[in-house]
């Protein structure tokens, strides 16, 4: 990936935005002791700011609208919206806001946040790579970071299963998250 620093102007100081069409919120979880499932969510905003290097702390807050999730399995996602899992109808947003980085924010960090899922909130810590930084076609400022976390679906009330007639559960408490994500601050 090509990166370049971009010359500072009137946008500097203005807050990053996730560009959606150029990011993903994906998930696995063991399904039945023997197999990964892996979903996404396709419905994520969220603003940024702080990602130049030189703030203290930078600012995220990012929501997912927990009905966008999709495990490739219409049956299955109806499911994970219903009141079992997910209860979109009275928690209709997943949220995440930063409170803590331990690194720089110019190469591989800890980002601590709170999540709010399900009405429960949760500190939740993500490893993050930057990916790179750069100007596109049109003069807007962007830049890209991976991150990967793990957490128990049970801390945030996210309980139901089935205990099976061999042994073990139907889907396992740790879910693992894998996050792409592009930020987009546009020309002055």
């Known amino acids: 990936m090509t990166t370049t620093t971009a010359a500072p102007d009137a946008a500097v100081g203005a807050p990053w935005q996730i560009d959606a069409a150029h990011s993903s919120v994906d998930f696995?979880?063991?399904?039945?002791m023997i197999s990964t499932v892996r979903g996404r969510f396709g419905a994520v905003t969220g603003s940024a700011k702080g990602l130049d290097g030189n703030a203290a702390r930078p600012e995220?807050?990012?929501t997912i609208e927990a009905a966008s999730i999709d495990t490739g399995n219409p049956q299955r996602d109806e499911h994970l919206r219903s009141a079992d899992f997910f209860d979109v109808a009275q928690f209709p947003t997943l949220t995440f806001r930063a409170t803590r980085l331990d690194g720089s924010v110019t190469?591989?960090?800890t980002l601590v946040g709170d999540l709010t899922m399900r009405?429960?909130?949760?500190?939740?810590?993500?490893?993050v790579e930057?990916?790179?930084?750069?100007?596109d076609p049109w003069a807007n400022q962007r830049v890209g970071f991976s991150a990967t976390g793990r957490l128990k679906r049970s801390d945030f009330g996210l309980t139901w299963n089935q205990v099976l007639e061999a042994g073990g559960v139907a889907v396992s408490d740790e879910?693992?998250?894998s996050l792409d994500?592009?930020?987009v601050r546009p020309a002055a």
């Open 28 to 32: 696995s979880v063991r399904h039945l």
């Open 60 to 62: 995220l807050d990012v």
């Open 107 to 109: 190469g591989s960090f």
């Open 119 to 127: 009405g429960v909130t949760r500190e939740v810590a993500l490893r």
């Open 130 to 135: 930057r990916q790179g930084e750069t100007t």
């Open 175 to 177: 879910i693992r998250i």
């Open 181 to 183: 994500v592009a930020l």
